[in-house]
Nanobody, 124 residues
Framework: QVQVTESGGGLVQAGGSLRLSCAAS????????MGWFRQAPGKERQFVAA????????YYADSVKGRFTISRDDAKNTVYLQMNSLKDEDTAVYYC?????????????????WGQGTQVTVSS
């Protein structure tokens, strides 16, 4: 069973930065595509970014492109989400997810294991 744990959320002013971390254990991390999603109150879970198992490919939602960067450190079984130029609309619970089947899709159903989420609040 793969376990996923996010950290790094918090309160930040608009225009500021945060870096989220996601540690995954219990499986061959370097075989997994990894993704970040977010969910704001009253809204559906939304794809944010993904990184391939090799780290050679990344994919971003249009709403975060140019502001967010996903990366991974296989030696630490960790994936990161660097968030810059944060906006009010980035406020949400951010979830890390594991794609163990190699789907390489932005659809949430393509991800098998999920963390509990970390809250990001952007104040203006």
């Amino acid at each position: 069973q793969v376990q996923v744990t996010e950290s790094g959320g918090g309160l930040v002013q608009a225009g500021g930065s945060l870096r989220l971390s996601c540690a995954a254990s219990g499986g061959p991390f370097n075989n997994y595509n990894m993704g970040w999603f977010r969910q704001a109150p009253g809204k559906e879970r939304q794809f944010v970014a993904a990184i391939s198992f090799s780290g050679g490919e990344t994919y971003y939602a249009d709403s975060v492109k140019g502001r967010f960067t996903i990366s991974r450190d296989d030696a630490k079984n960790t994936v990161y989400l660097q968030m810059n130029s944060l906006k009010d609309e980035d406020t949400a619970v951010y979830y890390c997810a594991v794609d163990s089947r190699g789907s390489w899709s932005p659809a949430a159903y393509s991800y098998d294991y999920w963390g509990q989420g970390t809250q990001v609040t952007v104040s203006s």
